[in-house]
C-alpha cells in the first residue's frame, strides 16, 4: 500500500499552492486530482485581479504556470479518484480507483463544481447547447443567440466574452440588480450585444436534439416569454465537493467546510483549502493563500505527532 506523510486532494489554485509549500519543505506529498489540474479556474477565459500580471492573464495559463512550479519542487500529482476515506487514531485510508494510500495528514482543496438550475430541459440538453462553460463551448455559438442565467461575476464576465463570438447575449437575472462587481457591471451595460432580462428566471430549457428557446419567467407578474435562443449558459453559482469528508468533519448548512484560520477543520489532521472551506472570498487570490497556509500547517502537525 502507498505510504504518504501528506495527501492533498485537488489540483486547483488551492490544492496546487499546497503543494508547491509542501514539496518545497520537503515533506514527503502526493496531490490526487481526478480530472485535469488547474480546477474552475481553467473555464475562465481571463483573470483580472490576480495580482503580478497587469494585463491580466488567462486560466489556462496560469493554472499551468502552477502546476509546472508545484512539480519543479518535486510534488507527485496522480491522476486518481479517492472514493472513501476512514480513519483510525493515527492515519488516514484513502480508497481510490487506483488502489489505497494511507497518509498522516489530507489537505482537502477539492473546490466546488458549478450549481445546476435545476429546470425542465437542462439536464437533457447538456452538450446540446446547455454549457457551464463559455470558455470551452463559446465558440460554438458564432453568430448565434445565447442566453447567460445569473447575476453574479462569473455570469457577467462569461457574457462580455460570449460576445466575441453571439450575434446577441441575454443575460437572464432573477433580480433587478447584479451581484457582480461594480467595474465587470459597467463594461456589460456598455456592451452592445448585451441585453438583460431584469427578474426574470428560466423555468424550462427546449429543444429537441439542440437547444431551441427557453420560457422566461417574470417574477413580479409570473407572466411567460418564450426566448429564441441556440446556447444557455448557466452560472447560478457553485457547491462544494465535501461529500468526502463530511462525516469526519463539520460543515455548514450549505456544505462549504468549516476550519480555522490555520485552515484545521474540525477532525486533527485535516485540512481545507480554497473553495470548498466557509470563507468570504472565492478567488485565486484566497485560494492560493489558504493553500499556503494549509501546507505550513500540516508541516507543524506532523512534526507534532512525529
Ligand atoms: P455567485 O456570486 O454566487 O452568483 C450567483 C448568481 O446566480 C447570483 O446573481 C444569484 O442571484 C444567481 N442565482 C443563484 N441561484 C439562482 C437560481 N436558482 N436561479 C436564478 N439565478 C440564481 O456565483 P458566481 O458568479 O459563480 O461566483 C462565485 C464566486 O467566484 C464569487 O465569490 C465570485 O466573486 C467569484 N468569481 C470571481 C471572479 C473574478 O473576480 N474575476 C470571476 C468569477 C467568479 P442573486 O444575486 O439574486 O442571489
Known amino acids: 500500500m502507498d505510504k504518504r506523510n501528506l495527501v492533498i486532494i485537488g489540483g486547483g489554485p488551492a490544492g496546487l499552492t499546497a503543494g508547491i509549500y509542501a514539496a518545497r519543505a520537503t515533506i514527503d506529498t502526493v496531490l490526487l486530482e481526478r480530472g485535469v489540474p488547474g480546477g474552475l479556474v481553467i473555464s475562465t477565459h481571463l483573470i483580472e485581479n490576480y495580482p503580478g500580471f497587469s494585463v491580466g492573464i488567462s486560466g489556462p495559463d496560469l493554472m499551468i504556470q502552477m502546476e509546472k512550479q508545484a512539480r519543479r519542487f518535486g510534488c507527485e500529482i496522480l491522476s486518481v479518484n479517492v472514493e472513501k476515506i476512514e480513519n483510525n487514531d493515527k492515519e488516514f485510508y484513502l480508497k481510490t480507483d487506483r488502489g489505497d494510500i494511507i497518509t498522516s495528514a489530507i489537505i482537502l482543496a ?8 435545476g429546470v425542465k430541459g437542462e439536464k437533457e440538453l447538456i452538450g446540446r ?4 462553460c463559455a470558455t470551452c463551448d463559446g465558440a460554438f455559438f458564432r453568430n448565434r443567440r445565447v442566453a447567460v442565467i445569473g447575476g453574479g461575476d462569473a455570469a457577467v464576465e462569461e457574457a462580455i466574452f460570449l460576445t466575441r463570438f453571439a450575434e446577441k447575449v441575454f443575460v437572464i437575472h ?7 462587481t461594480k467595474i465587470v457591471q459597467q463594461r456589460a ?6 441585453e438583460f432580462i431584469w427578474h426574470g428566471v428560466a423555468d424550462e430549457i427546449l429543444g429537441k436534439n439542440l437547444v431551441e428557446a427557453i420560457s422566461v419567467r417574470d417574477v413580479r407578474d409570473n407572466s411567460k416569454t418564450l426566448l429564441k435562443v441556440d446556447g444557455v449558459f448557466i452560472y ?3 457547491t462544494p465537493n465535501s461529500s468526502l469528508l463530511k462525516d ?9 467546510i468549516i476550519t480555522d484560520e490555520n485552515m484545521q477543520t ?4 485535516i485540512f481545507a483549502a480554497g ?23 500540516a508541516e507543524k502537525y506532523l512534526e507534532e505527532i512525529k
Open 236 to 238: 447560478v453559482g457553485n
Open 266 to 269: 474540525s477532525h486533527k489532521g
Open 110 to 117: 477539492s473546490g466546488a463544481q458549478p450549481q445546476m438550475l
Open 174 to 180: 432573477r433580480r433587478g440588480e447584479l451581484r457582480a
Open 129 to 132: 447547447g446547455v454549457s457551464y
Open 248 to 256: 469526519l468533519v463539520k460543515t455548514d448548512e450549505k456544505g462549504y
Open 275 to 297: 473553495d470548498v472551506r466557509r470563507k468570504l472570498l472565492r478567488q485565486v487570490v484566497t485560494a492560493v493563500a489558504d493553500g499556503a497556509t494549509a501546507a505550513f500547517a
Open 189 to 194: 451595460f456598455q456592451n452592445q450585444k448585451i
